[in-house]
């Protein structure tokens, strides 16, 4: 599955390259992992990327975000049985219709989200992509047709699927297994053996509930004996 995208430049706006907001590094737990999967979020405004995102990495939906400023997510996941270092790049809203030869030069999986026809998507470089009609739960609102996304998709030589941040984890855990596992079986590598398979977040070691006690008891004592908060 190939997507074209221009080499990197500046932004036609004039502004430096696109910026990469780091956030930290989620912490890595028990291991290296062995590869870097990064996938980029691209969509015209509203179209539900941060929803997206943070669906699949919570498995929460928020409603309203700040504007979208660009964050760059980083987790730890394992894919069929692999750790992997995985990163997102939420993306400011950008406009469809416009030559998205622009200056996220690392990206090597794109998911490009649309509630509405898209215009010339035009893409020269090669990557993986998964097209994504989100919003599926507005039924009413459909501006584009099932088999029409399907179509685009494959003219993109990605994948296509229809989600809805708001209702559900599943249709966007699907549409990332399937982008991380292709970019991540792209690199090669990994232990070659298969365990279970599919798409697993590492789950953050529960904060020491014993320590957190005793810490919380040393405050309120030191608070004086008033206090009556029992643990
Ligand atoms: N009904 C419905 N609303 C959604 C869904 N996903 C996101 N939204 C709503 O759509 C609005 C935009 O969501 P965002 O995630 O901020 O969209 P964005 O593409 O990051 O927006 P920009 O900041 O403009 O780039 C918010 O009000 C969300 O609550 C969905 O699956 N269904």
């Given amino acids: 599955m190939r997507l074209l995208v221009d ?14 907001v780091p ?6 737990l028990d291991c290296v992992p ?18 997206l995102i943070v669906r699949f990495l919570t498995k929460r939906f928020i409603g309203d975000y700040e504007a979208n400023t660009g964050a760059l997510y980083s987790r730890k996941i ?3 049985g692999e750790q992997v270092s ?13 030559d998205l030869s622009w200056s996220i030069f690392w990206l090597i999986g794109v998911h490009v989200l649309f509630n509405s026809p898209l215009g010339n998507l035009y893409f020269t470089r090669k990557y993986f992509c998964s097209l994504v009609g989100n919003k599926s739960d507005l039924l009413r609102a459909r501006q584009v047709p099932h088999d029409e996304g399907e179509t685009l998709a494959a003219s993109l030589g990605g994948a296509y699927f229809e989600a809805s941040a708001r209702e559900n984890h599943e249709g966007v ?7 991380c596992g292709e970019v991540s079986r792209a690199l090669g590598g990994g232990n070659g053996e298969k365990r279970r398979g599919g798409l697993h977040l590492a789950r953050p070691k529960s904060p020491n509930m014993q320590e957190l ?19």
């Fill in 34 to 51: 062995n590869k870097n999967v990064k996938i980029v979020v691209l969509g015209a405004s509203n179209v539900g990327k941060t929803a």
């Fill in 213 to 231: 006690k005793r810490r919380f008891r040393q405050v309120l004592s030191s608070k004086g004996k008033s206090s009556t908060t029992t643990l």
């Fill in 23 to 28: 956030i930290p590094e989620y912490p890595v």
């Fill in 78 to 80: 394992s894919i069929d």
């Fill in 86 to 98: 995985l990163q997102v790049q939420d993306t400011p809203c950008v406009s469809l219709q416009v």
């Fill in 7 to 20: 080499p990197p430049r500046t932004m036609n706006s004039g502004s430096s390259n696109f910026l990469l």
């Fill in 173 to 179: 855990h699907s549409a990332f297994l399937h982008l």
